[in-house]
């Protein structure tokens, strides 16, 4: 069975669609990730033109992000105060990235710039978490007993304007998170993701906020940034579908559920390992479109002429 | 996907060449391919009859062409080229006015000798000698180097041949009883809206006897059409819909599931 999808102007399988929104709702759900950088690239290999593509599955983290959060809100795993300064930063980079992006798009350099941004972000962070967390694992079974510090200083908590974060058990300045924010910004516009794969390991790392608490956190700043860049692709590209985005939802939604429940089963070392497989798996993948010669040489796009 | 058959006959009779005296007659079984929530291609039947006159000594050889060329379109065409190892996107043409459809099918092999001469056939009309881009508007931007743009010309046949947009065949034509023939085209998903010209010829000899054009549509209807037109009209309302659907699914579905481990 399928459904002609109105934007993208063809014809897919609706189960195919069902099982794509299932399966990335599902690692959404378990892993706080938008999913996008997933979704992204698998709407693109069914044959889904690269706008409707990033801007479809920008609307689709909206709704998996808005589940898996109210999942972990209801936990207790949400510190929305951290969630509201990242999200200051992360305004002001969405509007410079928009600007980035529509500056690629003129250029003709939008999927190349794209491909190598992905490439270099996953493979530094899969990398990093893999080594950190196998080595954790690797302590475990050795049954090393770790000391974890509850927080270690760093220069985070040297710079000015210090707020207490309590759902966080933190005490830092308000500028990492903001810069983090914007940073984000900027890649949820260009790239067309939530950034949690991003957000996640720097709110671990560099801002020391507990593991339990992070992956709610960066769900709640997802919800914001992918509805501001939903709208803005909605009245500047005219390339979200809402078909295809109704399909993606209802399917991501439930797997998102699914996800939390699994999430809760496995400890916090053995979900960073897995996501770090999954996010090496992704940047391999792009780094063999990059590197192998393509059968065809040449790319073909229509540009429609809007009446 | 054969809708039911609406016949439209015309016969051509008035506008004969005394000399020989073939008719063609032509039908068709649709004005309009309506693209719903259900369209996935759909096949489209050309079918006709060719009677010519017993007297007329059977020996001249007739043919039939079926060309559909769908509404024009502006594409842009990218070349990778290698650099330090990385296949990245270097040169770029953009054609004008081509066709966003394109089918070509006779009932014997033509020449690409008569498809030159008669201006027919985009796919086979520029493998002659000299080719002729000046019937194509096209922004080559740095390239100057003539095999180059042929190059990029036959890439652009490829690509939209790849996407099922773009075919030549010579044995799509069914011919019944000698003189009745039909033929199935294959509408893909991917056909942009707008309106197509079905041309048909009757070749006799290598010159074409007859000639025969008929125009369909192919457009959005219903649910489809109303969500495409909001977005274009509306797309601040649009953006702020798809939000609102994505947000409602998303809590309801975090609700329900609640229930469900309560359970």
Partial sequence: MSIYLPIAELSVNIFLLLSLGGVVGFLSGMFGLGGGFLMTPLLIFIGIPTNVAVATSANQIVASSISGTLGHWRQGLVDFKMGGVLLIGAFFGSILGVWIFSKLVAIGQIDTVISILYFALLTGIGLSMLIESSKVIRDRIRRKSVKRKIHYHNWAHRLPFKVRFYKSKLYISVIPPIIIGFVIGILSATMGIGGAFILIPAMIYFLGMPTSKVIGTSLFQIIFITALVTILHATTTFAVDAVLAFFLILSSVIGAQVGVLAANKLRGEEIRALLAIIVLGVATKIALDLLVEPNEIFNLSVIRLVF | ?263
């Fill in chain 2, 1 to 263: 996907m054969i809708k039911q058959l609406i016949i439209l006959f015309y016969f051509l009779t008035g506008v004969l060449t005394p000399s020989i005296s073939i008719a063609l007659v032509i039908g068709s079984d649709q004005e309009e391919i309506y693209i719903d929530a259900n369209f996935s291609g759909e096949e489209l039947l050309v079918f006709g009859a060719f009677y010519s006159d017993p007297s007329q000594s059977r020996d001249s050889k007739s043919d039939i062409l079926i060309e559909v060329v769908g509404p024009p379109e502006d594409v842009a065409l990218r070349k990778k080229d290698s650099y330090f190892g990385f296949w990245l996107n270097s040169k770029s043409v953009t054609f004008r006015d081509v066709p966003g459809f394109y089918y070509l099918s006779s009932t014997s092999k033509l020449t690409d000798e008569f498809l030159t001469n008669n201006q027919i056939g985009l796919l086979e009309r520029k493998k002659s000698e000299m080719i002729d881009w000046s019937s194509l508007t096209t922004d080559w931007g740095s390239i100057i180097d003539e095999k180059e743009k042929e190059e990029f010309y036959y890439a652009l046949i490829r690509t939209k041949q790849n996407d099922s947009l773009y075919k030549q065949v010579s044995d799509e034509i069914e011919i019944i009883d000698g003189n009745l023939f039909r033929s199935y085209i294959d509408i893909p998903n991917t056909v942009p809206v707008g309106e197509y010209s079905v041309n048909l010829h009757l070749i006799i000899d290598n010159e074409i006897s007859q000639k025969y054009s008929y125009n369909f549509m192919v457009t959005r209807v219903g649910i489809e059409e109303a969500i495409y037109s909001f977005s274009k009209n509306y797309p601040f309302f649009y953006g702020l819909i798809s939000l609102i659907i994505a947000i409602i699914i998303g809590w309801s579905g975090a609700e329900i599931f609640k229930r469900f481990r309560r359970i």
